[in-house]
């Protein structure tokens, strides 16, 4: 069954610190992969996605996330964090058809100055 | 451009009681998703709609729930009668004609219901 496993529910980092927030999934085929934000009273908004190419893609605000078909991760890296980063951070994977996201639990980030 | 719109974006009701949530969707988007987040858990996929028909509709939790999306424009989600496992934040997404997940899928706010 797909799956999509964030392991982290809460993350607190420094502003000015580094962030890498985990993704693994469990997916049949090639998966369409992405990055979802939502910060209060919003929506949830498109960081990246990957479909296929270089492992490595870079989304809006800063954010990248790379890739390992071997390890079935997809996890999601910024190298200084801002305040305004605090939110919600979704995993997904997709099916080329069909359009249906699965998404992960979440991980609730935290920054303190 | 507008974006996905929902109303109400909070709704209080009692077990037994009737709920409709609705949502507008982008402008020309043919692809209309409802999701439901449970506090606590992931969010899950209900149902998808390509202009009016459904799609896929293998979320729905039981016959409680009808989805409709007359005119293939904005589209209502009734739950009746509802029961206190139906609350959560459902959010509504739409996206570009064509049915793969390629095509970007733009999120509402989402409607929070509580269930007393």
């Known amino acids: 069954a797909q799956s999509v496993t964030q392991p982290d529910i809460h993350i607190t980092v420094s502003e000015g610190a580094s962030l890498e927030l985990r993704c693994n999934y469990s997916y049949g085929a090639t998966p369409y992969l992405f990055w979802y934000v939502q910060s209060p009273g919003q929506g949830l908004q498109l960081l990246l996605k990957y479909f296929s190419g270089d492992t490595l893609v870079q989304g809006i605000k800063g954010f990248e996330a790379e890739f390992k078909r071997s390890q079935s991760s997809f996890n999601l890296r910024k190298p200084s964090v801002h305040w305004s980063d605090a939110a919600e951070y979704f995993c997904a994977v997709g099916r080329v058809q069909g359009g249906k996201l699965i998404f992960g639990q979440g991980t609730e980030l935290s920054v303190k100055p | 451009e507008a974006g996905v719109t929902q109303f109400p974006s909070h709704s209080v009701i009692e077990k037994g009681q009737t709920v409709t949530l609705r949502c507008d969707p982008i402008s020309g988007h043919d692809n209309l998703y409802w999701y439901r987040r449970v506090m606590g858990k992931e969010i899950k996929f209900l149902l998808h709609?390509?202009?009016?028909?459904?799609?896929?509709e293998s979320g729905m939790p039981n016959n409680r729930f009808l989805a409709e999306r007359t005119g293939g424009t904005y589209s209502t989600l009734k739950v009746q009668p509802a029961e206190l496992e139906d609350s959560g934040v459902y959010f509504c997404?739409?996206?570009?004609?064509?049915?793969?997940?390629?095509?970007?899928?733009?999120f509402g706010p989402g409607t929070r219901l509580t269930v007393l």
């Open positions: 709609f390509v202009k009016e028909s459904k799609q896929d």
């Open positions: 997404a739409s996206s570009q004609p064509g049915t793969s997940a390629y095509n970007e899928q733009f």
